[in-house]
Every structure is written in structure tokens, then in C-alpha cells.
């Protein structure tokens, strides 16, 4: 299987800050990544696919990157909002089974 | 509008069994492949299984194989989870997800509320 392993596990920075969350796959994914953002007591939400692609409706402060045969991966939040205190997963799906990350708390 | 509804979850005893449903409106429920994923309260989420368009192609994790069968009903919308042989460690809050496509692993773009499972005695 294989494992993905984010960091920090948790982040606390300031409203209008550079928030950069790191993944890192054990094996190639070739790209096939997704971030997704859980708000406390609320189901997950897809904000990027393939990596980098973001999701209709999603605010551009939100990027991703890594691609090809990367093995490290970033969702950046280019200027936190107080709207976006959640916990963020990374996801792989070149393979069964698709695990994800364990997660990193952003706390303002 | 995309929404997908989970019900059954519940408290029930080691070694019970339990069966969840996702029912599914605001899209073509037969052309697009559906996951579980769980959350142990406090923890991360783990992906459960999936199953493909005509419902043959299911895949499990290794922690849920031979206890669960994922199934659906593409007259009803419906997605299933029997969950068998139940531990305490089975205790979580289940999401249903639908996938972005309906052949190949693909992320998944629209989840359900979730509902909460309990195992104890």
C-alpha cells in the first residue's frame, strides 16, 4: 500500500499569512492527488484535484503543486482567511487502496 | 443540486451487524462510482471500499475485508454498507462519497453528512 504521510499535523498562523501543508507519497502517484478540506463537524470537501487542479467554487488563494513522478505534494493558502480554519487531508488515487494523509489542523 | 443522504448508523453490540444506506439525487446515480470512508472520532479519514458503475467491481481496505459488502441499487439511487462481524474499532462516522467518474480510481467530489456507527457492549 501506499502511504501518505502530511505535514505539520497542525499549523496555527495569523489572518493574511503563507500557509504551505505538505504531503509526501512512500511511492510515485503519478499526479493523482486531491486536497480536501473538513470544517469541525462538517463532511470533507474536494478543493484540488490531479494536484493542482482547483475545484470550481474554490477561492484562488487555494493552489496546489506536484506532478509527474513527484513524490511531494503542497496545498498553499496564499492569504489565510478566518473562514478557512479546518483540518486538510491529502488523498492518492493511482491505486488501491487510496489513502489519505493524517490530516493538518490550521488554527488561526 | 448534488446531495447524497447516509442513514442507518446506530449503536449496536461486538460482533452485530449493522446496514447503511447513501441515497443519492441531483445527478445520473448509475454512471458514477461510489465510495465509504469512515472518521474514528478524533482521527483521520480512512478510505472503506468502493464500488464501480454496474456494481461487479467493488475493492475493500484490508481492515474491512471478508466483514463488509458494499452494494447498490441503481433503480433506487441507493448505496449500501452490511457491515458484519462489527468491532470496537468499526466504531466511526461513515461517509458515503461519489467519485468524479464512473470506471477508474478518480477523487471524490461530493460527500454525505455521514452517519455515526457505535460499536460497545
Known amino acids: 500500500d501506499i502511504q501518505m504521510t502530511q505535514s505539520p499535523s497542525t499549523l496555527s498562523a495569523s489572518v493574511g499569512d503563507r500557509v504551505t501543508i505538505t504531503c509526501r507519497a512512500s511511492q510515485s502517484i503519478s499526479g493523482w492527488l486531491a486536497w480536501y478540506q473538513q470544517k469541525p463537524g462538517k463532511a470533507p470537501k474536494l478543493l484540488i484535484s490531479?494536484?493542482?487542479?482547483?475545484e470550481s467554487g474554490v477561492p484562488s488563494r487555494f493552489s496546489g503543486s506536484g506532478s509527474g513522478s513527484a513524490t511531494e505534494f503542497t496545498l498553499t493558502i496564499s492569504s489565510l482567511q478566518p473562514d478557512d480554519v479546518a483540518s486538510y487531508y491529502c488523498?492518492?488515487?493511482?491505486?488501491?487502496?487510496?489513502?489519505f494523509g493524517g490530516g493538518t489542523k490550521v488554527e488561526i | 443540486e448534488v446531495q447524497l443522504l447516509e442513514s442507518g448508523g446506530g449503536l449496536v453490540q461486538p460482533g452485530g451487524s449493522l446496514r447503511l444506506s447513501c441515497e443519492a439525487s441531483g445527478f445520473t446515480f448509475s454512471n458514477y462510482a461510489m465510495n465509504w470512508v469512515r472518521q474514528a472520532p478524533g482521527k483521520g479519514l480512512e478510505w472503506v471500499s468502493v464500488t464501480y458503475i454496474g456494481g461487479r467491481t467493488t475493492h475493500y481496505a484490508d481492515s474491512v475485508k471478508g466483514r463488509f459488502t458494499i452494494s447498490r441499487d441503481n433503480s433506487k439511487s441507493t448505496l449500501y454498507l452490511q457491515m458484519d462481524s462489527l468491532r470496537a474499532d468499526d466504531t466511526a462516522v461513515y461517509y458515503c462519497?461519489?467519485?468524479?467518474?464512473?470506471?477508474?480510481?478518480?477523487?471524490?467530489?461530493?460527500w454525505g453528512q455521514g452517519t455515526l456507527v457505535t460499536v460497545s457492549s
Open positions: 462519497a461519489k467519485e468524479k467518474g464512473g470506471y477508474t480510481l478518480d477523487d471524490l467530489d461530493c
Open positions: 490531479a494536484a493542482s487542479t482547483l
Open positions: 488523498q492518492h488515487y493511482s491505486s488501491y487502496p487510496p489513502t
